[in-house]
């Protein structure tokens, strides 16, 4: 999830105790942002990354990464600003604005879109209807990967759409990376690097993406050999920057974390 868009929720409320279990979180999130097959959303609009594209942004994620751009509506979902919205509405709206703004991509973005099976079911009725009304758009899936790994027939199931495109953002090098920057047990680190290995079996566009400033050289470099064992090109790696937003830089302070500028 990108972290060069404005955000308004600029306070980290009160942390959960860390290291928290994130496939936990995932199912308690999961009921907190799910209304049967209505998921909730807090805007819809445009956005200038991938050359132009429609952005659904939700609430809502099984992390708590300290550089997130909206950290407070994922810490607290419940008490977000915003409403429920079905697959067709969601479908409906990401196409209004494709078309008016000449876009040739949507996604969902904010939040995790991939929480447990009914959040994913949500997801594929609206990938579904977007690509079924308009066959020439590029879905994007920004998703951190670890429901994908813990669930290998989410991907297999994904195999059938032909204009999906997944980018799995990665927090962490190792397990001590991993907890302290996205406040998870770090005994399920290998998770996300599983599903992503899952996505790219089953013959879908899929492709690492990390944020240099926590990485730095040094952790880019040693998450490259672990993505060469499990098969990933490190070719593939995608580097996005920080921007250093005053909230951003206090949340990476609070977990003791050192970040590194260009």
Same mark, same amino acid.
């Given at each position: 999830?990108?972290?060069?868009?404005?955000?308004?929720?600029?306070?980290?409320?009160?942390?959960?105790?860390?290291?928290?279990?994130?496939?936990?979180?995932?199912?308690?999130?999961?009921?907190?942002?799910?209304?049967?097959?209505?998921?909730?959303?807090?805007?819809?609009?445009?956005? @200038?990354?991938? #050359? !132009?594209?429609? %952005?659904? /942004? &939700? *609430?809502?994620?099984? $992390? +708590?990464?300290?550089?997130?751009?909206?950290?407070?509506?994922?810490?607290?979902?419940? @008490?977000?600003? #915003? !409403?429920?919205? %079905?697959? /067709? &509405? *969601?479908?409906?709206? $990401? +196409?209004?604005?494709?078309?008016?703004?000449?876009?040739?991509?949507?996604?969902?973005?904010?939040?995790?879109?991939?929480?447990?099976?009914?959040?994913?079911?949500?997801?594929?009725?609206?990938?579904?209807?977007?690509?079924?009304?308009?066959?020439?758009?590029?879905?994007?899936?920004?998703?951190?990967?670890?429901?994908?790994?813990?669930?290998?027939?989410?991907?297999?199931?994904?195999?059938?759409?032909?204009?999906?495109?997944?980018?799995?953002?990665?927090?962490?090098?190792?397990?001590?990376?991993?907890?302290?920057?996205?406040?998870?047990?770090?005994?399920?680190?290998?998770?996300?690097?599983?599903?992503?290995?899952?996505?790219?079996?089953?013959?879908?566009?899929?492709?690492?993406?990390?944020?240099?400033?926590?990485?730095?050289?040094?952790?880019?470099?040693?998450?490259?050999?672990?993505?060469?064992?499990?098969?990933?090109?490190?070719?593939?790696?995608?580097?996005?920057?920080?921007?250093?937003?005053?909230?951003?830089?206090?949340?990476?302070?609070?977990?003791?974390?050192?970040?590194?500028?260009?």
């Amino acid at each position: 999830m990108r972290l060069k868009e404005k955000e308004e929720i600029s306070h980290i409320e009160e942390l959960p105790k860390l290291p928290f279990d994130p496939l936990k979180r995932a199912a308690e999130v999961e009921h907190l942002v799910m209304k049967g097959s209505s998921r909730k959303y807090y805007r819809f609009r445009s956005a @200038r990354y991938y #050359g !132009g594209i429609a %952005t659904a /942004d &939700q *609430v809502g994620c099984c $992390l +708590l990464c300290a550089y997130c751009w909206n950290h407070g509506r994922n810490l607290n979902p419940e @008490r977000s600003q #915003g !409403g429920y919205y %079905t697959p /067709d &509405q *969601v479908a409906h709206k $990401l +196409l209004d604005i494709s078309q008016r703004k000449g876009f040739n991509k949507v996604r969902l973005s904010g939040a995790e879109p991939i929480l447990g099976q009914i959040s994913f079911e949500h997801f594929c009725q609206v990938l579904g209807k977007v690509t079924g009304t308009n066959p020439w758009l590029d879905f994007v899936l920004e998703t951190n990967g670890l429901v994908f790994g813990r669930y290998p027939e989410f991907a297999a199931a994904l195999s059938r759409y032909n204009r999906l495109q997944v980018r799995v953002c990665l927090k962490g090098w190792d397990e001590q990376s991993f907890e302290k920057i996205s406040g998870a047990d770090g005994v399920l680190f290998e998770l996300p690097l599983r599903g992503l290995e899952y996505l790219l079996q089953n013959g879908i566009a899929a492709w690492p993406a990390v944020m240099y400033e926590t990485f730095g050289p040094q952790g880019i470099e040693k998450i490259s050999g672990k993505l060469r064992q499990h098969k990933i090109r490190v070719e593939e790696l995608e580097v996005e920057y920080l921007e250093p937003y005053s909230f951003v830089v206090d949340n990476l302070k609070q977990r003791s974390i050192s970040w590194q500028s260009i």
